[in-house]
């Protein structure tokens, strides 16, 4: 008898303690996409490396050093110095926090609006949804680096004014996608059932629609915030985005590093790697949040 | 042995400098014929060059017109005034009238006689314009009392006080002379077209694109211009200006390269490229807005100078971008440059930089501006050499505590910003055509147009008009010492940074063109020609 307990109590031990639903959801993306784990860790190093900045840099990123300007990668300057010195690994380190900044800021700030819209238009449907179709469409036809421009020309370029313009272009392409999810569930007895309790418009957006279109609001702010890191950059490049002395990876492929570029290559490679890296981590790892969110797409 | 080998060596060389020589001659003998193209990196506004202050004017247009004086295309320093349009000049001996005998024969494109009455109405509309009617340099004509005519051939200029610098200012290559029958007509009418005298003759201008212009078959100079025509090409960014050059769809640029691009041009074509180089009368500075706090104290001005390490910032930015010499208010080099030994004990210029920080973190404190201060310095939207500057500025100001942030401003707003007044500190700009005091130091009189700081000084007022009238250069240059003084050290009105370097990296192909300090000069094209 008294082994029985004992034996009892082992099987108890050996048996898998049961996993959290979020852990398990981790794990499960994990093993199931390979890529879009990978692209997941690629941002969270990213997002380490852009919050402890001061403390992974090795260098001040905006100070002049002429006595090292233009040095190859050595052991001093891992990825370099730039014409004024700078290390290039620490720009890039910071950089990181710009890119990051921009693209989080304008993203969610985008996919939000564009999904408020895009339910508000489903939902209320009629006149109210045919202006804001037809308003969407205008934006939509402009190419999205176009209109950021010109926003940018307006407001200046200040980050939040950057934040603003890359943003904007954002919200119809969201706008449209949660639209189309949206009306489906628009029909759905239970949105029916809580307008025949006389539920408020406001309820029955936020409480019974917003959270059944999550998952096409997630895949669109993974997708948005590539494309924003992107946009961040070819603005930076053009002149147009964020403003010398700070550390940008845009900024960074311009100027000194075309006019070296034969000369120093490093300066354009290595911003134009974290620039790629960074795109296509949040590209994979959108993708796979759509394979894995998306139940047409979903692969046992 | 030695000796006959000796003699060997001896006579190939004699045969093959007189096989050669005749050679060498064919090739510096100016050859007619071909089209110049080249690139102009800013575009006109008007047509119109008495109000226009970009070379976006100068460079596509100057080759169609004439002016009373030119200077001397040949000439390096650029400072010797030749005739163009005027054949002699005399001067009175109390200096104040001026007589030019013009050319005979010279004809407007569309066939007209040049008289004496053309050159008046044109500096009539220059130093006394019409209300409502642009004229960029009048205020450096206020000694002009009046322009005359008495004969079809003389004009005469009276002044109301002798000024050394009055012939220099008439070689101006913005003063270009325009019909007078046409001006009558219609003032305005030189904003949208062209009739000149001068050696090329307009074909199209198609904007954003290209200027074409043609040999004039008319033209005075006998002989000249060598060349059938040009066409300039409209280009803006870098890049393709380089690239332009490099794949030989352009001969040359006049403005002028950075380093890294004349280093990227030289190594890829080698010995097609000739490189020309020179000072520039160019300079960037700083303005500080005197009504603005804390810059309306004179001790953060020269805080803000004193943090400056000029010599070292000439020695490496000169690696990166278009500027070189540490200098005060004369190009230097030029006769009324200041000499390095006083240069050294102006604020901001002296060889111990950790002293001069010191100082001016002294300065900040005494004047209540805490560490870490923060302000919005505003920049000109021009890569070069305004972006490598406006760095530089930023972390030497960072060494005294400061915390710079920098706001590019588009080029073409830039300057109705500084008119505004709308910044903190600016960097402010100026390009001569001609070194010399009166007309780079104008800005700094209290109610110029370009005092961007506004600053408001007597003293310096006062000095300026000294200087200008003092006849002896001896006298002048005490004079001009004390005016900078007063405006870079003991008020720190304005800081220097460093002058400009000009590099023209062209195509050997290009001949009878001659470098000057001044991008505004030697653009009439009549002495260029292309080697075979």
């Given at each position: 008898?008294?082994?029985?307990?004992?034996?009892?109590?082992?099987?108890?031990?050996?048996?898998?303690?049961?996993?959290?639903?979020?852990?398990?959801?981790?794990?499960?993306?994990?093993?199931?996409?390979?890529?879009?784990?990978?692209?997941?860790?690629?941002?969270?190093?990213?997002?380490?490396?852009?919050?402890?900045?001061?403390?992974?840099?090795?260098?001040?990123?905006?100070?002049?050093?002429?006595?090292?300007?233009?040095?190859?990668?050595?052991?001093?300057?891992?990825?370099?110095?730039?014409?004024?010195?700078?290390?290039?690994?620490?720009?890039?380190?910071?950089?990181?926090?710009?890119?990051?900044?921009?693209?989080?800021?304008?993203?969610?700030?985008?996919?939000?609006?564009?999904?408020?819209?895009?339910?508000?238009?489903?939902?209320?449907?009629?006149?109210?949804?045919?202006?804001?179709?037809?308003?969407?469409?205008?934006?939509?036809?402009?190419?999205?680096?176009?209109?950021?421009?010109?926003?940018?020309?307006?407001?200046?370029?200040?980050?939040?004014?950057?934040?603003?313009?890359?943003?904007?272009?954002?919200?119809?392409?969201?706008?449209?996608?949660?639209?189309?999810?949206?009306?489906?569930?628009?029909?759905?007895?239970?949105?029916?059932?809580?307008?025949?309790?006389?539920?408020?418009?406001?309820?029955?957006?936020?409480?019974?629609?917003?959270?059944?279109?999550?998952?096409?609001?997630?895949?669109?702010?993974?997708?948005?915030?590539?494309?924003?890191?992107?946009?961040?950059?070819?603005?930076?490049?053009?002149?147009?985005?964020?403003?010398?002395?700070?550390?940008?990876?845009?900024?960074?492929?311009?100027?000194?590093?075309?006019?070296?570029?034969?000369?120093?290559?490093?300066?354009?490679?290595?911003?134009?790697?974290?620039?790629?890296?960074?795109?296509?981590?949040?590209?994979?790892?959108?993708?796979?949040?759509?394979?894995?969110?998306?139940?047409?797409?979903?692969?046992? | 042995?030695?000796?006959?080998?000796?003699?060997?060596?001896?006579?190939?060389?004699?045969?093959?400098?007189?096989?050669?020589?005749?050679?060498?001659?064919?090739?510096?003998?100016?050859?007619?014929?071909?089209?110049?193209?080249?690139?102009?990196?800013?575009?006109?506004?008007?047509?119109?060059?008495?109000?226009?202050?970009?070379?976006?004017?100068?460079?596509?247009?100057?080759?169609?017109?004439?002016?009373?004086?030119?200077?001397?295309?040949?000439?390096?320093?650029?400072?010797?005034?030749?005739?163009?349009?005027?054949?002699?000049?005399?001067?009175?001996?109390?200096?104040?009238?001026?007589?030019?005998?013009?050319?005979?024969?010279?004809?407007?494109?569309?066939?007209?006689?040049?008289?004496?009455?053309?050159?008046?109405?044109?500096?009539?509309?220059?130093?006394?314009?019409?209300?409502?009617?642009?004229?960029?340099?009048?205020?450096?004509?206020?000694?002009?009392?009046?322009?005359?005519?008495?004969?079809?051939?003389?004009?005469?200029?009276?002044?109301?006080?002798?000024?050394?610098?009055?012939?220099?200012?008439?070689?101006?290559?913005?003063?270009?002379?325009?019909?007078?029958?046409?001006?009558?007509?219609?003032?305005?009418?030189?904003?949208?077209?062209?009739?000149?005298?001068?050696?090329?003759?307009?074909?199209?201008?198609?904007?954003?694109?290209?200027?074409?212009?043609?040999?004039?078959?008319?033209?005075?100079?006998?002989?000249?211009?060598?060349?059938?025509?040009?066409?300039?090409?409209?280009?803006?960014?870098?890049?393709?200006?380089?690239?332009?050059?490099?794949?030989?769809?352009?001969?040359?640029?006049?403005?002028?390269?950075?380093?890294?691009?004349?280093?990227?041009?030289?190594?890829?074509?080698?010995?097609?490229?000739?490189?020309?180089?020179?000072?520039?009368?160019?300079?960037?500075?700083?303005?500080?807005?005197?009504?603005?706090?804390?810059?309306?104290?004179?001790?953060?001005?020269?805080?803000?100078?004193?943090?400056?390490?000029?010599?070292?910032?000439?020695?490496?930015?000169?690696?990166?971008?278009?500027?070189?010499?540490?200098?005060?208010v004369?190009?230097?080099?030029?006769?009324?440059?200041?000499?390095?030994?006083?240069?050294?004990?102006?604020?901001?210029?002296?060889?111990?930089?950790?002293?001069?920080?010191?100082?001016?973190?002294?300065?900040?404190?005494?004047?209540?501006?805490?560490?870490?201060?923060?302000?919005?310095?505003?920049?000109?939207?021009?890569?070069?050499?305004?972006?490598?500057?406006?760095?530089?500025?930023?972390?030497?100001?960072?060494?005294?505590?400061?915390?710079?942030?920098?706001?590019?401003?588009?080029?073409?707003?830039?300057?109705?910003?500084?008119?505004?007044?709308?910044?903190?500190?600016?960097?402010?700009?100026?390009?001569?055509?001609?070194?010399?005091?009166?007309?780079d130091l104008f800005r700094f009189v209290s109610?110029s147009?370009a005092n961007?700081g506004?600053h408001?000084d007597?003293?310096i007022d006062?000095?300026y008009?000294?200087?200008?009238?003092?006849?002896?250069?001896?006298?002048?240059?005490?004079?001009?010492?004390?005016f900078?003084?007063r405006l870079?050290?003991?008020?720190?009105h304005i800081?220097?940074?460093?002058?400009?370097?000009?590099?023209?990296?062209?195509?050997?192909?290009?001949?009878?063109?001659?470098?000057?300090?001044?991008?505004?000069?030697?653009?009439?094209?009549?002495?260029?020609?292309?080697?075979?």
């Amino acid at each position: 008898m008294a082994m029985n307990p004992t034996v009892e109590h082992a099987a108890e031990i050996e048996r898998p303690a049961p996993r959290s639903g979020v852990r398990s959801a981790i794990v499960d993306f994990c093993r199931r996409r390979t890529l879009g784990a990978l692209g997941a860790a690629v941002i969270v190093l990213m997002l380490t490396v852009a919050t402890f900045a001061e403390f992974l840099a090795p260098y001040d990123p905006v100070a002049n050093n002429f006595g090292a300007m233009l040095s190859a990668p050595s052991r001093g300057h891992w990825l370099g110095t730039d014409s004024f010195g700078r290390d290039v690994l620490s720009r890039l380190i910071y950089g990181s926090r710009t890119a990051l900044m921009v693209g989080f800021g304008a993203s969610v700030l985008g996919a939000t609006l564009g999904a408020i819209l895009g339910v508000g238009g489903a939902y209320f449907a009629g006149k109210i949804d045919l202006v804001l179709q037809r308003i969407m469409d205008i934006f939509l036809s402009f190419p999205l680096i176009i209109l950021a421009l010109a926003l940018v020309a307006i407001l200046g370029n200040t980050i939040p004014n950057l934040i603003i313009a890359i943003m904007i272009p954002m919200i119809p392409r969201c706008a449209l996608v949660i639209r189309s999810s949206a009306l489906s569930i628009r029909e759905m007895p239970y949105v029916d059932a809580a307008r025949a309790a006389g539920f408020s418009h406001a309820r029955i957006i936020m409480r019974h629609m917003l959270p059944n279109v999550m998952a096409p609001y997630l895949i669109m702010l993974t997708a948005f915030l590539g494309q924003a890191i992107l946009l961040e950059a070819s603005l930076s490049f053009l002149g147009l985005g964020v403003q010398e002395p700070l550390a940008a990876w845009g900024l960074m492929l311009r100027g000194a590093a075309v006019e070296f570029a034969e000369t120093a290559p490093w300066l354009a490679i290595f911003p134009g790697l974290a620039i790629s890296l960074a795109v296509f981590a949040f590209n994979l790892f959108g993708d796979s949040l759509r394979d894995a969110l998306d139940p047409r797409l979903r692969t046992q | 042995m030695h000796r006959r080998i000796a003699h060997v060596v001896t006579l190939a060389t004699l045969i093959l400098a007189v096989a050669v020589a005749p050679v060498a001659a064919q090739q510096d003998k100016p050859r007619s014929g071909g089209e110049l193209v080249f690139v102009v990196p800013s575009q006109p506004p008007s047509y119109d060059a008495h109000q226009e202050e970009t070379f976006g004017v100068i460079h596509p247009m100057a080759p169609h017109y004439g002016t009373l004086l030119r200077v001397d295309p040949f000439e390096k320093t650029g400072t010797k005034p030749v005739g163009d349009l005027a054949e002699s000049w005399t001067i009175s001996k109390d200096g104040l009238t001026y007589t030019f005998k013009l050319r005979k024969g010279v004809k407007f494109h569309d066939g007209a006689e040049l008289t004496s009455k053309d050159a008046k109405a044109s500096y009539d509309k220059i130093i006394f314009p019409p209300a409502g009617l642009k004229s960029s340099r009048k205020a450096t004509y206020a000694s002009v009392e009046a322009v005359e005519a008495p004969d079809p051939s003389t004009v005469r200029f009276r002044l109301k006080w002798p000024e050394s610098s009055f012939l220099l200012n008439l070689a101006s290559p913005w003063n270009w002379i325009y019909r007078a029958e046409t001006l009558a007509k219609d003032i305005r009418w030189y904003e949208k077209n062209v009739n000149g005298t001068g050696p090329f003759t307009f074909v199209e201008h198609v904007k954003g694109s290209h200027w074409v212009g043609k040999k004039n078959a008319n033209y005075w100079d006998k002989g000249k211009p060598y060349l059938d025509g040009y066409r300039a090409l409209f280009i803006s960014a870098s890049a393709p200006q380089v690239a332009a050059i490099r794949g030989e769809r352009a001969f040359i640029q006049f403005r002028g390269f950075s380093p890294p691009e004349r280093d990227q041009l030289v190594n890829a074509l080698g010995p097609k490229i000739t490189v020309q180089q020179s000072g520039w009368d160019c300079v960037l500075m700083v303005a500080m807005h005197h009504d603005k706090k804390p810059f309306s104290d004179k001790r953060v001005r020269r805080a803000l100078t004193l943090a400056l390490d000029r010599y070292e910032g000439s020695k490496n930015l000169s690696r990166i971008t278009i500027v070189r010499d540490v200098g005060g208010v004369q190009v230097p080099g030029t006769p009324y440059a200041t000499p390095p030994a006083e240069l050294e004990k102006l604020a901001g210029y002296g060889k111990d930089i950790n002293a001069a920080r010191a100082e001016a973190k002294k300065l900040l404190k005494e004047a209540g501006v805490p560490d870490g201060f923060a302000f919005t310095f505003k920049n000109r939207g021009i890569p070069h050499p305004y972006e490598p500057i406006g760095v530089w500025l930023i972390d030497q100001w960072r060494q005294i505590g400061l915390n710079v942030k920098q706001e590019f401003v588009e080029a073409s707003a830039y300057h109705p910003m500084l008119k505004r007044g709308d910044f903190e500190v600016a960097m402010d700009f100026a390009c001569g055509f001609i070194v010399e005091p009166d007309l780079d130091l104008f800005r700094f009189v209290s109610t110029s147009d370009a005092n961007y700081g506004k600053h408001k000084d007597a003293v310096i007022d006062e000095l300026y008009v000294k200087q200008a009238r003092a006849a002896d250069p001896e006298e002048r240059k005490k004079i001009l010492r004390q005016f900078e003084k007063r405006l870079l050290d003991e008020e720190a009105h304005i800081m220097y940074t460093l002058w400009w370097n000009r590099i023209i990296p062209h195509n050997s192909r290009v001949k009878g063109w001659t470098i000057t300090p001044s991008h505004y000069l030697n653009n009439q094209l009549d002495t260029v020609w292309l080697s075979e």
